[in-house]
């Protein structure tokens, strides 16, 4: 197994390659070949990001059809942190929910907070993932202090989805204990329209395709199908929770084949 040299080097063989990187990656079918071609990569979606904990607490109710979230009960006052990277759309009192906030993350999808006696954050503010937001309550129609969690797949969203399963996509198990959940991003892809496959198989599902370099957690990595590119071969593949599949570490932005630090799933 070849390494791949320092980021200078890198850098130049991308420049000067690029025609030839095209041509190897698109027979290895990792890349989309020219519109139109039968074999063209499906459209690309946004990428998902590394979750935090929304609270500590206990789940008291899930969601189900007559419920459009998830409880997590707790004391009065319980810390309550953002899952994820994004903006504040609405921060306010809201009728049943008695307080609310809801922030739109950079994947599109949007997360509901309802039920704090106190609010810490304000429309159009910038969260982090894992930012404490508010701090629980029982306000509005509520018969004790707990979060009352949603999921959205967009602001248009009218249903929320299920927020357990939400979650775990990207990383948290509920319950969950803030702090604990999936950390920050720890690597960076490279390149333009790289699959996200289902196993580390080259003939596995595409289950998403990355427009451009991007941050992401790698929880674990494992050996699969070999992957030629640049003149570099490899075999170890990273598993992406918040992508929901592995990449070949080609395309992981580091020297090392088989990563640093990153235990085996």
Same mark, same amino acid.
């Given at each position: 197994?070849?390494?791949?040299?320092?980021?200078?080097?890198?850098?130049?063989?991308?420049?000067?390659? =690029?025609?030839?990187?095209?041509?190897?990656?698109?027979?290895?079918?990792?890349?989309?070949?020219?519109?139109?071609?039968?074999?063209?990569?499906?459209?690309?979606?946004?990428?998902?990001?590394?979750?935090?904990?929304?609270?500590?607490?206990?789940?008291?109710?899930?969601?189900?059809?007559?419920?459009?979230?998830?409880?997590?009960?707790?004391?009065?006052?319980?810390?309550?942190?953002?899952?994820?990277?994004?903006?504040?759309?609405?921060?306010?009192?809201?009728?049943?929910?008695?307080?609310? =906030?809801? =922030?739109?993350?950079?994947?599109?999808?949007?997360?509901?907070?309802?039920?704090?006696?106190?609010?810490?954050?304000?429309?159009?503010?910038?969260?982090?993932?894992?930012?404490?937001?508010?701090?629980?309550?029982?306000?509005?129609?509520?018969?004790?202090?707990?979060?009352?969690?949603?999921?959205?797949?967009?602001?248009?969203?009218?249903?929320?989805?299920?927020?357990?399963?939400?979650?775990?996509?990207?990383?948290?198990?509920?319950?969950?204990?803030?702090?604990?959940?999936?950390?920050?991003?720890?690597?960076?892809?490279?390149?333009?329209?790289?699959?996200?496959?289902?196993?580390?198989?080259?003939?596995?599902?595409?289950?998403?395709?990355?427009?451009?370099?991007?941050?992401?957690?790698?929880?674990?990595?494992?050996?699969?199908?070999?992957?030629?590119?640049?003149?570099?071969?490899?075999?170890?593949?990273?598993?992406?929770?918040?992508?929901?599949?592995?990449?070949?570490?080609?395309?992981?932005?580091?020297?090392?084949?088989?990563?640093?630090?990153?235990?085996?799933?």
């Amino acid at each position: 197994m070849t390494h791949r040299g320092d980021s200078a080097m890198r850098a130049l063989k991308r420049t000067t390659s =690029i025609g030839m990187l095209v041509a190897t990656v698109a027979a290895a079918g990792l890349v989309p070949l020219a519109a139109g071609q039968a074999s063209a990569a499906p459209p690309a979606k946004a990428a998902g990001y590394a979750g935090s904990c929304p609270t500590a607490g206990t789940v008291t109710q899930g969601w189900h059809s007559g419920h459009d979230g998830v409880d997590i009960a707790n004391n009065r006052g319980t810390p309550i942190h953002s899952t994820g990277p994004g903006t504040v759309i609405v921060s306010g009192t809201a009728s049943g929910y008695g307080q609310w =906030i809801r =922030i739109k993350h950079d994947d599109g999808t949007v997360t509901e907070y309802g039920h704090m006696y106190e609010r810490l954050v304000s429309v159009n503010q910038r969260v982090s993932s894992g930012q404490l937001i508010a701090r629980m309550g029982s306000e509005g129609q509520s018969t004790g202090p707990h979060l009352h969690f949603e999921a959205h797949a967009s602001t248009a969203s009218t249903r929320g989805m299920d927020p357990v399963a939400y979650l775990a996509q990207r990383g948290v198990s509920l319950p969950c204990t803030p702090g604990s959940g999936t950390p920050g991003t720890n690597f960076t892809t490279w390149g333009t329209s790289v699959r996200v496959r289902a196993d580390a198989r080259l003939n596995a599902a595409v289950v998403r395709t990355l427009t451009g370099p991007t941050p992401v957690y790698v929880q674990c990595q494992k050996r699969g199908d070999s992957v030629t590119a640049e003149g570099h071969t490899n075999d170890a593949w990273s598993y992406i929770p918040a992508l929901g599949g592995y990449v070949s570490n080609i395309y992981i932005d580091h020297p090392a084949a088989w990563l640093p630090g990153v235990g085996t799933c």
